[in-house]
């Protein structure tokens, strides 16, 4: 119970901010040993991380709905199998995992159709979207350009979101990204 406490706490301050720095990953190359580590030090599945992960497989297996409600439930899931394969990587597990999983084909958080104005409107809600976002179009492009490298350039997209509302982010995010 204490998990699922700290989990949703975990989710809940998530919605808050998105932010760059260290959190980002390669989600191709991210193994299930850090994914662990991160577990043991923050006492909750890495929802930064796995945010990413989850953007990044969803764009190799042509989904593009972000769905929130899932994260929990693949988070757990992966964790236990990376208990038994901590030198495994965590895409092909996250991959697996997630395409067991009911998934909406429609929802707000698009990566095809969802533009800054959603984003604008609702900040705190959109934050969690813009980090599955960094990794989708990274899945997408097969490019390790991120917005989530710096502050700087996750900065200048907010910005850019700001002075483009009809804009797609995804078409924001690329132009911001290193």
């Given at each position: 119970?204490?998990?699922?406490?700290?989990?949703?706490?975990?989710?809940?301050?998530?919605?808050?901010?998105?932010?760059?720095?260290?959190?980002?990953?390669?989600?191709?190359?991210?193994?299930?040993?850090?994914?662990?580590?991160?577990?043991?030090?923050?006492?909750?599945?890495p929802?930064?991380?796995?945010?990413?992960?989850?953007?990044?497989?969803?764009?190799?297996?042509?989904?593009?709905?972000a769905?929130?409600?899932?994260?929990?439930?693949?988070?757990?899931?992966?964790?236990?199998?990376?208990?038994?394969?901590?030198?495994?990587?965590?895409?092909?597990?996250?991959?697996?995992?997630?395409?067991?999983?009911?998934l909406?084909?429609?929802?707000l958080?698009?990566?095809?159709?969802?533009?800054?104005?959603?984003?604008?409107?609702a900040?705190?809600?959109?934050?969690?979207?813009?980090?599955?976002?960094?990794?989708?179009?990274?899945?997408?492009?097969?490019?390790?350009?991120?917005?989530?490298?710096?502050?700087?350039?996750?900065?200048?997209?907010?910005?850019?979101?700001?002075?483009?509302?009809?804009?797609?982010?995804?078409?924001?995010?690329?132009?911001?990204?290193?």
């Open positions: 119970m204490k998990r699922i406490v700290l989990f949703c706490a975990a989710l809940f301050c998530l919605a808050h901010t998105a932010y760059a720095g260290s959190d980002k990953i390669d989600p191709k190359e991210y193994i299930c040993a850090e994914y662990l580590a991160t577990v043991s030090i923050e006492h909750a599945p929802l930064f991380e796995g945010l990413q992960i989850d953007g990044y497989t969803a764009a190799k297996s042509g989904k593009t709905v769905f929130s409600r899932i994260m929990p439930s693949l988070m757990l899931e992966v964790y236990a199998l990376c208990q038994s394969q901590p030198e495994a990587k965590v895409y092909p597990l996250w991959s697996q995992v997630r395409s067991r999983l009911p909406p084909e429609d929802g958080w698009r990566a095809d159709s969802t533009t800054c104005a959603s984003y604008n409107a900040p705190d809600d959109g934050s969690g979207f813009v980090i599955w976002l960094d990794g989708y179009i990274r899945g997408k492009d097969n490019n390790d350009a991120s917005v989530l490298k710096r502050d700087k350039d996750l900065n200048a997209f907010f910005q850019g979101c700001k002075r483009e509302p009809s804009a797609l982010m995804q078409d924001v995010m690329r132009k911001h990204a290193k």
